[in-house]
């Protein structure tokens, strides 16, 4: 089964620092993507990539920026962490453009004071 | 912007029994629609997914898609306690680059 790796587990940040959320996966997989879940949201889409190099926006990317600088990891970066970012972050990766199996990582919660 | 809505928010349904969630969707041009289970604490996972109108059974486990009524659904038969999570319905659009997830269904299944 599909590796995606996620670090740390849990974090807490101050209002205006800047938070890095970091995951690796060790399947190959092209696409990668980042997914907040906050009750009664459900799993949004933040950023996601198709490839080293590629970020694209999600439905949600206000406040958040993405980096790909390599196929394996994936990060969500907080310039400027706000308490409205408190959440659980999920990372997943999957082999096709969307239309495929995802496989996520055990997330990070992150509480922003 | 398509919607993915979920219904109902929550259920409890005694072990044994046949247990029925759904999806709408707004887009009759989405192209894959896929259902995820998480359990408490955990990472959502892959149960089943669908491209085409029609059925599909797994075990236990049966997805029906029906693009012109633009709904989805999981059936779970003889459901038990282990089933209970959080079920995540998801869908990709036409264009398939990402999946657009519900808000969740949450099921407990009582001995």
């Known amino acids: 089964e599909a590796a995606v790796t996620q670090s740390p587990r849990n974090k807490v940040a101050v209002t205006g620092g800047k938070v890095t959320l970091s995951c690796n996966q060790t399947?190959?997989?092209?696409?990668m993507y980042w997914y907040r879940q906050d009750t009664g949201h459900g799993l949004r889409l933040i950023h996601y990539?198709?490839?080293?190099?590629?970020?694209e926006k999600g439905d949600i990317p206000d406040g958040y920026k993405a980096s790909r600088p390599s196929q394996e990891n994936f990060s969500l970066i907080l310039e400027l962490a706000t308490p409205s970012q408190t959440s659980v972050y999920f990372c997943?990766?999957?082999?096709?453009?969307?239309?495929?199996?995802?496989?996520f990582g055990s997330g990070t919660r992150l509480t922003v004071l | 912007q398509q919607k993915v809505q979920q219904s109902p928010e929550s259920l409890i349904v005694p072990e044994g029994a046949m247990t029925s969630l759904n999806c709408t969707f707004s887009?009759?041009?989405?192209?894959?629609f896929a259902w995820y289970r998480q359990h408490s604490g955990k990472a959502p996972k892959a149960l089943m997914s669908?491209?085409?109108?029609g059925e599909k059974e797994e075990g236990r486990f049966t997805i029906h898609l029906n693009k012109a009524s633009l709904h989805f659904s999981l059936h779970i038969r003889d459901s038990q306690p282990s089933d209970s999570a959080l079920y995540l319905c998801?869908?990709?659009?036409?264009?398939?680059?990402?999946?657009?997830f519900g808000t969740g269904t949450k099921l407990q299944v009582v001995p």
């Open positions: 998801a869908v990709s659009p036409n264009s398939g680059t990402y999946q657009r």
């Open positions: 887009d009759s041009a989405s192209q894959y």
């Open positions: 990539s198709y490839g080293a190099g590629s970020t």
């Open positions: 669908i491209f085409s109108n």
């Open positions: 997943a990766s999957g082999e096709g453009q969307g239309a495929e199996t995802l496989y």
């Open positions: 399947n190959n997989h092209n696409n």
